[in-house]
């Protein structure tokens, strides 16, 4: 990092929640938003959050054809860009998605399945650029415009875009996140498909974190998280954002991801640069809530902090893994644990408590092995 950059505002909408408020008050109890529906294990958007994403898709007749992933997009940044005070029109949007318009694009394909013939608007709100292009047209912007997917780690990689922007001059502002939609049948058996899925409805069906699991208990979630990045230690500021690192592996299969974590390695390494690693209380982790995904994190982590390893944590266990949008969920997780000084832990393991929550450290990967770490401070 050449100069530190604030964040200002941050914003999501997700199974815990469609305020700040109410996801640290999800956050503050120990219970979780995974359901049953249609026999598979999610965890969806309540119900109030749910009647937010219907009222803007009936305020305007140009946004009814719109998938999810484009609303729950629109909604957090308007309310970021709002919690930010920014006046001006002039700033940059990157914003990214795992899948994308998943619903609406399996939808139109079974309609042209049995008509052989394609909607209009087919095309047009299905692709990837759609969200990002749909949030500057709402927030009327005249910035840069960026989508993209870069699997699980997408959102930090927004991020990582946002900093970059910044960094090199050419803006001073950076709207940045990551938004998902995917809790369709398909989307699921796919995940299912990987054998990575949790079956079993227990207490908690997510085990994420826990080394001592026997069977993968990843569970699919929905939701979007933006935050507000600007130039500098700002006045309003929630968090520093004081490192960055990313790396990506050789691929050697098609979810990449080697046992020892290298990937995760490297952009810890790189995220802490000065700081000792010793001075990092808290660790918002990645694990999905796989068997060797969860280990291969664990591994990277006891590998750079050797005998000191921080606090760790995570939020799959309560909301399941949103894909593109978990990484910003989990930034979200940390500003508000520096805000409130206060550690969520996870209710199911005996994890240390922190002495201090200065420096929160947060990590994020993808298929194809595409590691992404942030640091932040209070």
Known sequence: MLKPISITAISSISPLGKSTDEVWESYKDHSHHIVVKDEALVSELPQNAKAEISKLRDSDAKYRPLDDSVLFAIHSARKAVEKANWNTHDFGINIGSSRGATRLFENYHEDFLNRNKA????????????????VAHDLQTQGPEISHSITCSTALHALLNGVAWIQSGLSD?????????????????????????????????CRALDLDKSKNTMILGEGAAMACLERGIQPNALAIVKGIGYATEPL????????????????????????NPDDVDVIVTHTPGTIKGDLSEINAIEKVFCNNIPSLTTNKWK??????????????????????????????LEEKQPEKLQNVLVNAVGFGGNAVSILLSK
């Open 319 to 348: 909301l399941g893994h949103t894909l593109g949008a978990s990484g910003m969920l989990s930034v979200e997780m940390a500003v508000l644990m520096l805000q409130h000084q206060t550690f969520v832990s996870t209710p199911y």
């Open 252 to 275: 050697k299969h098609n979810v990449s991801l080697s046992a020892n974590g290298d990937c995760f390695v490297k952009s810890m390494t790189m995220a802490l640069g000065d700081l």
């Open 173 to 205: 502002t950076f709207l940045v996140g990551g938004s998902e939609a995917s809790l369709t049948p398909f989307t699921i058996a796919q995940m299912q498909a990987l054998k990575i899925y949790a079956k079993e409805e227990t207490d908690y069906p």
């Open 119 to 134: 909607e209009t608007l087919s095309s047009p709100t299905t692709t990837l650029g759609n969200i990002s292009s749909w």
